[in-house]
């Protein structure tokens, strides 16, 4: 990719950390991520597996431009991201939006949906109150909250406060949303439905998306792409059904191995879909029956 183009594109990215202090001695460190090149194009799902503490949630805050790297570069559409905590930094963040495991720790107990959704636009941009108020109501319409914007989070189950942050992420217009173990605290059947609608918002938006999550199915259901962490390296990446069915490393096919064979339905549901069709949020799925 060049250094126009449309997407993300992260070089030698690399995040160390302090390993802990000795008594005597230096302090000893270590690469939680460690020179991964990765690009995610307009559009584009990329999908990230790996073991826990392969540094997948490092590289994505750093591809969400939220933590700095150590050394190594993003750059987002052709520009290249500002430190953190800069003004020009926050100009930025409303392109770039993350949705993590668990909503409730995200959002204010104390307001409406509707309020936290509007505050989210009112942080970026001045609004007349009337348009505001339209703009989150119509984005929460889209995540299928039309009727509960009045409500307060601990009064929304944990798959309708999902919704809520993500409709407030969205809100924003972001072009990359990165999603960190974004439904793997949720019931299988609402894993489901949020999977689906993040496909459908995918499309009506022409997201961009980093998915995140140590389910297996769910990442292959979802991606255009996947790689594979491990020990802070991106060890492969490659086309979501090439990489499952034909592996090129020993350790990715170990990985693959740990989860259970396809079953002929999710098999059968694979295969009808096409990622470019708009058909696809239609299709209800069961990302880890089997
Ligand atoms: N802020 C930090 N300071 C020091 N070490 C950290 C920090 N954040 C992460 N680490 C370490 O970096 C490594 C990678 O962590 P990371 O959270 O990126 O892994 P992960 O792949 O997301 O794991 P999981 O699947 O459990 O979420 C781990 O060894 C972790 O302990
Ligand atoms: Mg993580």
Sequence with gaps: MSSMTKGIVAANLTQTYSAGRKIWGPRESFHAVDRVNLTIAEGETVGIVGESGSGKSTLGRMIAGIENPTSGSVTFWGQPYAKVGTPEWRRQRRDVQVVFQNPAAVVDPRWSIHAQVKEALSTHERLPTLEADDRAEAMLDMVGLGAMGKRLP???????????????????????????????????????????????????????????????????????????????????IGESSTLFDRPRHEYTRRLLAAIPADSPRLRRQRDMQSFGGASVASTPISPALS
Aim: aromatic share 2%; proline share 1%.
């Design 154 to 236: 601990h009064q929304l189950s944990g798959g309708q406060l999902q919704r809520a942050v993500i409709a407030r992420a969205l809100v924003l217009n972001p072009r990359l949303v990165v999603c960190d173990e974004a439904v793997s605290a949720l019931d299988v059947s609402v894993q489901a439905q949020i999977i689906n609608l993040l496909l459908e918002l995918r499309e009506r938006l022409n997201l961009s998306l980093m998915f995140i999550s140590h389910d297996l199915s769910v990442v292959r259901h979802i991606s255009h792409r996947v790689g594979v962490m491990h020990a802070g390296r991106l060890l492969e």
